[in-house]
């Protein structure tokens, strides 16, 4: 079974077992020659000539000597191959891994071979869509937005001056092969903290209490990179050997500020995150660079994709940097927005689906997406007590041009005011599929 695993398509082990196999045929060409030659050359009757007609199977009938020969032949390739595949493999494998190394090795070299996408976001969005791609592309590229200012990334950023790590650190666990393990390490919180009302942890001044494994040890990287934040996130993609890559939307930390209709300043990511009847944000500064690797990431994307994530907080902070929303409207691959499931507390009370798209749209100031793929299963399980509601779907939206609409069961059975991982994954590789020819005009006539 392991063997003929080895012989499926996409390992890449078949064109050089064949160049093998080649090569013994030759040199087994090359012996029967040389054995015919000494045959020839022996007296009739002599020991020699004896020794050949017995190497040669001369005793047997003519038409059996192939049989006899081909079939011990491929007795001895199967037999040395599955020994040397077994030699090689077993010393790799890790200790307690469940599957093969054959079965790894065909899943890596199949997510090689995946589109190249780039997520923009954060919070607990941008990591549910991460743990659904890993699965079908490591060619993944997650833009994390450096607005937090609460918790435990608010605090390291007070003290350190470092962007926020929490996003960063929880994109991290999503992308990490051993996602589990991972997830119990990074995300321990040193006991001490404080849990607030809303969800973010308070830490200790001056101590541990709150703070996450995953903070610390990019702070600290951070820290041995000299101070190079973008160095010290891509040393952690590096020493966790993440499916892709994670990055910063910049190296520098923003402050994010709204006002409302009734005329207030809000100023703070987790402020806004809490406020009703938002009309407008921005950040400070406003000329903040953008990460190098991040622009690179953007242009390079067969599919952009913007969401879930908190509208204002997790999704605009990234797109008002001025590079960041450059890149993206000028972007070459499909550019999709993936609306939320379920409304917000706070942000997005009572916004519909044409809201969503609206107020991203007119927050960017620019035109920035091409297809908007929402959950059309509204129904699909009981929500608890006090959940926030579905996103209904009015459409279209009040922007021009409106993206194209696509509807899909999206929604997780078990959390129905979140997105289910691997559903939310097919239906975005089943939409750039769909629009694979229109992206290509749609991207030069951008260019031109």
Known sequence: MNLRRWLTPGI??????????????????????????????????????????VLTLQFLPFGLRGLVIGVLGLALVVSG??????????????????????????????RARGPRIVAIGGGTGLSTLLRGLKDHTSNLTAIVTVADDGGSSGALRQELGIPPVGDIRNCVVALADAESLMSRLLQYRF??????????????????????????????LTAIEDGDFEEGVRQLNRVLAVRGQVLPASPTPITLSASTVDGRTIVGQSNVMRTPGIERVWISPADVAAS????????????LVIGPG???????????????????????????????????????????????????????????????????????APRPDGAPPPVTLRWPPNVVPAPRLVLDAVVSRAEPHH???ERLA???????????????????????
């Open 12 to 53: 890449g082990v078949k064109r050089w077992l064949l160049v093998l196999f080649l090569g013994l045929l030759v040199l087994a060409v090359a012996v029967a020659h040389v054995l015919r030659q000494l045959g020839n050359a022996q007296p009739p009757g002599s020991i020699g000539a004896a020794l050949v007609d």
């Open 81 to 110: 191959a599955a020994g040397v595949i077994r030699s090689v493999t077993d010393p790799l494998r890790e200790p307690g891994a469940v599957e093969p190394l054959v079965e790894t090795l065909y899943q890596r070299r199949f």
């Open 191 to 220: 006991p001490g903290g404080r849990r607030l009302p809303d969800g973010p942890v308070e830490t200790e001044p001056g101590g541990l209490g709150g703070h996450a494994v995953g903070n610390l040890l990019l702070a600290a």
């Open 292 to 303: 190098g690797d991040a622009l690179r990431a953007i242009a390079e994307a067969e599919l």
């Open 310 to 380: 908190s509208l204002y907080t997790s999704l605009l902070p990234s797109l008002l940097i001025p590079a960041i929303g450059g890149a993206v409207a000028a972007a070459p691959g499909l550019r999709v927005y993936v609306c939320n499931v379920a409304t917000q507390r706070g942000e997005t009370e009572g916004f519909d689906l044409s809201d969503h798209v609206e107020a991203l749209e007119r927050g960017a100031g620019r035109a920035l997406v091409d297809v908007v793929l929402a959950n059309d299963d509204l129904d699909l």
């Open 419 to 421: 997105h289910d991982p």
């Open 426 to 448: 097919t239906a975005l590789l089943r939409t750039l599929e769909h629009d694979a020819g229109s992206v290509r005009r749609d991207a030069a006539a951008r260019t031109a």
